[in-house]
Nanobody
């Protein structure tokens, strides 16, 4: 089981980036998937989730209206589209999957619920 995150980079304030999280060894549709981020010197914080099965989406207040999480079944990949980026969005972004096969729509904000983690991709928002 592996999650591979990519898509980070340097972008100016107001710009956009799309992060990708490709899964191998399991089918994303059946698991709760989330994006977290960790800025230097800060705790890892929850950014967004997409529920198992139904694909309902959830966002932290700080990114709601600017970020969008989505899932491509054919590619077994979850995306995080980030628009109107701000310097405070600068962080290493991690995708995560929980370890349970779900038959219903399930999602979590708590990082302790997640057992599979991508390696992280760095996003820097700066002029």
């Amino acid at each position: 089981v592996q999650l591979q995150a990519c898509g980070g980079g340097l972008v100016q304030p107001g710009g956009s980036l799309r992060l990708s999280c490709a899964a191998s060894g399991f089918t994303l549709d059946y698991y709760a998937i989330a994006w977290f981020r960790q800025a230097p010197g800060k705790e890892r914080e929850w950014v967004s989730s997409i529920s198992s099965r139904e694909g309902t989406t959830y966002y932290a207040g700080s990114v709601r209206g600017r970020f969008s999480i989505s899932r491509d079944k054919a590619k077994n990949t979850v995306y995080l589209q980030m628009n109107s980026l701000k310097p405070e969005d600068t962080a290493v972004y991690y995708c995560a999957g929980d370890g349970s096969y779900h038959t219903t729509s399930t999602w979590y904000k708590d990082k302790r619920e997640y057992v599979y983690w991508g390696q992280g991709t760095k996003v820097t928002v700066s002029s």
